[in-house]
Nanobody, 119 residues
């Protein structure tokens, strides 16, 4: 199983970025996928998560109203569309996947991360 993130970069306060997470080698029909982030000196925190079987999504309070998480099933790709970015959004962003939909960050499969810097 491989998860490959892309789309990170540097933006100004109030700007937008869209992160992508392409999944390959994953043969479960339904599973949970999530976006997490970790800023320097801080613990990893969840940003948003989705169950590909439909009907279940979750987002952190810091993401509500600013971030959305569309899925392109045909491309096996999860996105994180981030608007109105703030300096406190600066972090390494990771996507993760797990058929068991664990709580917290106990996901089985992780990408390598992509850096987002807001100044």
């Amino acid at each position: 199983v491989q998860l490959v993130e892309s789309g990170g970069g540097s933006v100004q306060n109030g700007g937008s970025l869209t992160l992508s997470c392409k999944v390959s080698g994953y043969y479960y029909r339904r599973f949970c996928m999530g976006w997490f982030r970790q800023a320097p000196g801080k613990e990893r925190e969840g940003v948003a998560a989705i169950y590909t079987g439909g009907g279940m999504t979750w987002s952190a309070d810091s993401a509500k109203g600013r971030f959305t998480m569309p899925v392109d099933s045909a491309k096996n790709t999860l996105y994180l569309q981030m608007n109105n970015l703030k300096p406190e959004d600066t972090a390494m962003y990771y996507c993760a996947a797990d058929p068991d939909c664990p709580t917290g960050d106990l996901y089985r499969y992780w990408g390598q991360g992509t850096q987002v810097t807001v100044s």
